[in-house]
């Protein structure tokens, strides 16, 4: 080799130990350089992340990792990664004010950003004990109106979930159970928020998944948040429901009843009693050829709503699907008498269920019953219609009392 050749190894080998040498001192600046860029121009893959500001190796930096690790742990022992999909950029990006957090939130897409501070080591209370406080705020998507009612809806649910979660304290002498005590509210209240925020965003099968997975941990904990889950799990049912039986052309029939009386039995499972629930599965009872299994449903809602409209609608029809015309007169007159604004049924609902049903069965009796509905709450020429078709085709002696008070109503018609 000649003494260039040696030179010039020697510097290359140089500039080689060198620039291996500057990547090891400042691998850090150099990851969170590319850290950085790559939250600032590529698409995230994340729908839920932090940016809290606390000082590095001081007591806030480890309460925050363990809260960090903790929230992956969880996330990942309730089998939600598929659902909540986590990121800590608390390094590289942090917001100011309100504005930056939504502006940043709508860029990338994201369901929910927790940010704002840690505060450092210097704090202390009662005996002269440190503690590190969590100040946080949340920023997350809500569907909105022109006057903003939903939104101060949500705020106002919100304000109260923080009124029970506020304990945000970590004590450095008693740091092991404060940390637990943070990381319940936080995890209970960063649930809470995304579950109501993909409501809103209409993806209920994910806020579902977020609320079961939510009341099954809280239910560990023994925890009496469950309250506030169980009332929007039962919202979710609700709606489920109420798609199934809208959207027919939505799921095909095996898969419409299946849903339908999974939802229906869900809801019950969290209340027992719930009217909507048991009307529900009384109906998909009846329309899956199970009319003994309605009846019976329909027995359990009179021992705990027989005053309900809807109740005195359902046993009247099962009496005229029977033949008990004089059981069913006694009801007729009940329900003539129910004053509007205490129905607790949709008519047009109930009034489209008989006439699809009287299209199946032939049973003249249905046009009876939609026709006393469509007079009360409907169409007053449906109703003529549909009595005068029930009178033309009835055979009077079957129900003389009920057949006579048509025959005198038409003529007012």
């Known amino acids: ?102 502006i940043f939130k709508k860029k990338k897409d994201l369901d929910l950003i927790i940010w704002w501070d840690f505060s450092n080591d210097v704090l202390k209370e009662k005996w002269k004990w440190k503690l590190s406080k969590l100040d946080l705020k949340y920023t997350y998507w809500i569907l909105n109106d022109d006057k903003w009612n939903i939104w101060r809806l949500v705020q106002n649910d919100l304000s109260t979930k923080f009124a029970e979660k506020n304990y945000w304290t970590i004590y450095d002498e008693n740091s092991y159970n404060d940390i637990k005590i943070v990381w319940n509210n936080l995890w209970d209240m960063a649930l809470y928020i995304l579950s109501v925020s993909l409501k809103f965003q209409w993806n209920l099968l994910k806020s579902t998944e977020i609320l079961e997975k939510h009341l099954n941990n809280l239910l560990k904990r023994n925890d009496n948040f469950i309250r506030h889950i169980k009332f929007h799990l039962f919202n979710n049912y609700e709606l489920f429901i109420k798609d199934i039986l809208f959207n027919t052309n939505k799921y095909n029939k095996e898969k419409r009843y299946f849903l339908w009386k999974e939802y229906c039995n869900k809801i019950l499972n969290l209340f027992p ?29 009179k021992d705990k709503y027989s005053k309900s409209p809807c109740y005195m609608v359902n046993i009247w029809f099962f009496y005229l699907l029977d033949n008990k015309y004089k059981e069913a007169y006694k009801w007729y007159n009940q329900i003539y008498n129910i004053k509007r604004e205490l129905i ?70």
Do not use: C, G
């Open 1 to 102: 080799m000649t003494f260039w050749e040696t030179v010039l190894a020697t510097v290359i080998a140089w500039v080689i130990i060198s620039l291996i040498t500057w990547i090891w001192v400042y691998r850090r600046e150099i990851f969170l350089f590319f850290k950085r860029y790559k939250l600032k121009y590529l698409p995230v893959t994340f729908n839920f992340a932090f940016s809290i500001e606390f000082q590095e190796w001081l007591n806030t930096w480890k309460y925050f990792n363990e809260l960090i690790k903790n929230f992956k742990k969880i996330i990942s022992d309730e089998s939600l990664s598929d659902v909540i999909k986590i990121n800590n950029f608390s390094d590289i990006y942090l917001f100011n004010n309100k504005e930056e957090a939504e």
């Open 273 to 301: 009693d719930n009217f909507f629930a048991l009307t529900n599965l009384a109906y998909f009872e009846y329309n899956t050829w199970n009319k003994y299994k309605a009846k019976q449903l329909i027995e359990i809602i």
């Open 344 to 413: 607790d049924f949709e008519p047009i609902d109930v009034i489209s269920f008989l006439s699809l049903e009287y299209e199946k069965i032939k049973n003249p009796w249905l046009l009876f019953a939609s026709w006393l509905l469509s007079h009360l709450y409907w169409d007053k020429s449906i109703a003529k219609k549909d009595l005068s078709n029930f009178i033309k085709i009835t055979d009077k002696e079957k129900a003389k009392l009920m057949y006579s008070k048509a025959e005198k109503i038409l003529q007012y018609l």
